[in-house]
């Protein structure tokens, strides 16, 4: 069984940082694409970021791009550091398994989810 549990979320001023984490254990994820979501009260899952695991491949969403940056290490840990932060990023962020190296940017891509972590972002 895939477990993946996100931390790091809280309460931050706008134009400062935070440093998401997500412990993946359970299987392999050499071969894996691994990525972020957030979701806002009354909106759709949007995708943030991915990192196919086995290799330095990236995409962000232009939402983001130039702020956000998402990276792994070998402990199977998926990272996701926000910088220059606005009050729209304000969300709760999910942490995404996906079984196949191939980059995917919709929730359906993807086969597994933790339980998310709140990032609240004020003015």
């Known amino acids: 069984q895939v477990q993946l549990v996100e931390s790091g979320g809280g309460l931050v001023q706008a134009g400062g940082s935070l440093r998401l984490s997500c412990a993946a254990s359970?299987?392999?994820?050499?071969?894996?694409?691994m990525g972020w979501f957030r979701q806002a009260p009354g909106k759709e899952r949007e995708f943030v970021a991915a990192?196919?695991?086995?290799?330095?491949?990236t995409f962000y969403a232009d939402s983001v791009k130039g702020r956000f940056t998402i990276s792994g290490n070998n402990a199977n840990t998926l990272y996701l550091q926000m910088n220059a932060l606005k009050p729209e990023d304000t969300a709760v962020y999910y942490c995404?398994?996906?079984?196949?190296?191939?980059?995917?940017?919709?929730?359906?891509?993807?086969?597994?989810w933790g339980q998310g972590t709140q990032v609240t972002v004020s003015s």
């Open positions: 995404a398994a996906r079984r196949v190296p191939i980059m995917g940017v919709a929730p359906t891509d993807y086969n597994y």
């Open positions: 359970g299987r392999t994820f050499s071969t894996y694409t």
């Open positions: 990192i196919i695991w086995r290799g330095t491949s």
